[in-house]
């Protein structure tokens, strides 16, 4: 039917709008790594290397086992889960070079040292969790009533003041100078649009009258002298609701708090509430170790595992693959999933191609480091702060508050995160000075709590010394220059797997999706014989 009315076309074109938004919202799940469906006995008597242990290389094992695929995975390190280590009263660690360091967290209390959150949109880690038995709960990822203290020394944001009198003020300041452009542009009044306004930022004035809508937190959205509460009779009244003085446009822009952390949960990774699993990040990868083997269920994939295995060479033969173990062992495969870290993998012994190598010498790395402390919930009972990110100027300049265990006696502060060049600075430092540096942040956040920290540790991962990265710099033209080189297969029996060869790095969703391409490719091989 042709349609001629105006109107009509135009709420056609609008519903086209909505559903075009609702299938790039839907996008991840389109684009996920489906894996086709192949015989369960497809791998019998085929052989397969999995290097390393961590997420991406426990999915492509289970994923592998599955199919019936004779698997080892050859783990470097006394543990599993890679870079993704939930910190645990007893664990211990050691940076290269420095000393080591023991967890010696209360009450059952812990810290996700690496990966700390799960996006919605990556569905992989989510469908997998729901797999394996993993309980999800709320990750908080910000909160008005966290605290920003930064700001230039003439902008008024210096002492620490929640992120919702800055997010509502500043967002305030702009609808009411935007009212004000129209209002005074000439052109037809759009009363609509000023109504809209008006309760959308929560402006003063009338929408029908010519003069423009003002801001003065009349609504009380960004905070209160006097909060709504009892009424008194005389003779001691309290006073009525009294709401904060907005901060001016001049004073928010000079802060220059804009630049960064209060628009953050805009960000398509970083929404105000994402996920993760009960109880540590730990329980990720190890709802994969549980898991029984599909062809002996007496063992499980933690059984496939074999520790302090460390790869030194890969020789490519025309019908195998030859991996050297710890320089005097060897084991012969028909193919090789590698999720070795780059800056490790490029110094071994191979005999591929040596573009392919000076390609995975070529990739940069990104250095990130994390401070771990534990203290009595203060920032709940003081400062009615529940999960989400405080920011402090300095060289630790956040601070992410546990998203569990609400009103309980204890909790686990991230005291310090920070990557690239800060990451490089802050982890060059003895551990002693980083904690100190990170106990100093919270103290300008928090005044009188500094003090109160206690069982505190500190890592920096491009100093470990079987990963020896955070993770990759994919935002780098080096990166968009030679990953596609190592992310291709090498003479269809060696694949690469890991976050590092994803434009998700840093996430284990890419990890996941990268470990499923490679069982893809694996079985689609071995079935054309």
Request: neutral net charge.
């Amino acid at each position: 039917m042709r349609v001629n009315d105006p109107t009509r076309r135009r709420l056609l074109r609008g519903i086209a709008g909505v559903v075009a938004a609702y299938e790039a919202m839907s996008l991840p799940r389109a684009v996920a790594a489906s894996m086709p469906a192949f015989p369960p006995t497809l791998g019998k008597g085929v052989r397969v290397a999995v290097l390393g242990a961590g997420v991406g290389g426990l999915c492509a094992a289970y994923e592998l086992q599955k199919l019936g695929f004779e698997v080892a995975i050859l783990e470097a390190s006394e543990r599993a889960g890679g870079r993704s280590l939930t910190l645990r009263k007893g664990d211990r660690f050691q940076e290269m070079g420095g000393p080591e360091q023991t967890c010696t967290f209360e009450d059952d209390g812990w810290m996700n040292a690496g990966p700390g959150r799960i996006p919605q949109h990556h569905v992989d880690v989510v469908d997998y969790c729901r797999e394996l038995g993993v309980k999800l709960e709320p990750y908080i990822f910000g909160g008005r009533t966290n605290l920003d203290t930064r700001g230039t020394p003439e902008g008024a944001v210096k002492q620490p003041m929640p992120v919702g009198r800055i997010v509502n003020d500043l967002r305030g300041q702009v609808a009411a100078m935007f009212d004000q452009c129209m209002k005074r542009s000439g052109a037809p009044q759009n009363l609509d649009l000023s109504a809209m306004l008006k309760e959308f930022r929560g402006l003063s004035g009338d929408a029908a009258k010519p003069d423009p809508l003002t801001y003065t937190n009349a609504t009380g959205r960004a905070g209160y002298i006097d909060p709504p509460g009892l009424l008194v009779p005389p003779p001691n009244p309290l006073p009525p609701p009294n709401p904060l003085p907005p901060l001016s446009m001049d004073d928010l822009l000079k802060s220059k708090v804009w630049q960064d952390s209060v628009f953050r949960e805009t960000r398509y990774y970083w929404q105000s509430t994402l996920l993760q699993p009960t109880g540590g990040m730990d329980m990720f990868w190890k709802g994969f170790m549980r898991q029984k083997l599909r062809h002996t269920p007496s063992r499980t994939v933690a059984n496939l595992v074999r520790y302090r295995a460390r790869v030194d060479s890969i020789e490519m033969k025309p019908a195998s693959v030859v991996i050297g173990i710890n320089g005097h062992a060897s084991l012969e495969v028909d193919y090789v999933v590698s999720t070795i870290p780059m800056p490790i993998f490029a110094g071994m012994k191979t005999n591929l191609d040596a573009a392919y190598m000076k390609a995975a010498a070529a990739i940069p790395i990104a250095k990130a480091g994390k401070v771990g402390w534990q203290a009595e919930r203060f920032w709940e009972q003081n400062d009615q702060i529940y999960g989400g990110i405080s920011w402090v100027d300095g060289l630790a300049d956040q601070v992410w508050y546990p998203s569990d265990g609400f009103l309980s006696r204890l909790g686990v502060l991230t005291g310090a995160y920070m990557t690239g060049d800060k990451a490089a600075e802050f982890d060059s430092k003895p551990i002693a000075e980083r904690l100190e540096i990170s106990r100093a942040a919270i103290e300008k956040m928090h005044p009188g709590q500094g003090k109160k920290l206690m069982h505190g540790v500190a890592i920096a991962w491009e100093r470990m010394e079987h990963l020896q990265m955070g993770f990759v710099d994919e935002g780098s033209q080096a990166f968009k220059d030679n990953a596609p080189v190592v992310a291709a297969p090498q003479e269809n029996r060696l694949f690469q797997a890991g976050d590092q060869l994803t434009w998700l790095s840093g996430w284990q969703e890419g990890a996941i999706l990268t470990a499923k391409l490679a069982v893809r490719q694996i079985a689609e091989r071995t079935k054309g014989g």
